[in-house]
């Protein structure tokens, strides 16, 4: 059982990253609170900030810029696209 509540937050990370890699600014929103979630519940330890809320402010970075680029990224042809003649 106690297996089982300690994989809880793993399952919800799972599904969060399953909405993201569709709708990337849902990874943005998430991954951003979280961060600022975890600085306002650790206020006593501003040691544990950076190595603990930066990776996720990063990741959070990356889906926002990945949602704002997504556009141009698709619009790109691939190698198998371009036809030589």
Do not use: C
Not at 15 to 29: H, N, T
Not at 33 to 55: D, E, Q, R
Not at 65 to 83: L, N, S
């Amino acid at each position: 059982m106690a297996l089982l509540i300690h994989l809880i937050p793993t399952a919800a990370i799972i599904v969060i990253l399953m909405l993201s890699w569709r709708w990337e600014w849902i990874g943005g929103l998430v991954f951003i609170n979280a961060g600022i979630v975890y600085i306002i519940m650790t206020p006593s330890h501003p040691t544990w900030w950076l190595p603990i809320a930066g990776p996720l402010f990063l990741i959070s970075v990356l889906f926002f810029v990945g949602w704002f680029y997504r556009k141009e990224i698709k619009a790109k042809p691939t190698d198998q696209e371009i036809h030589y003649t």
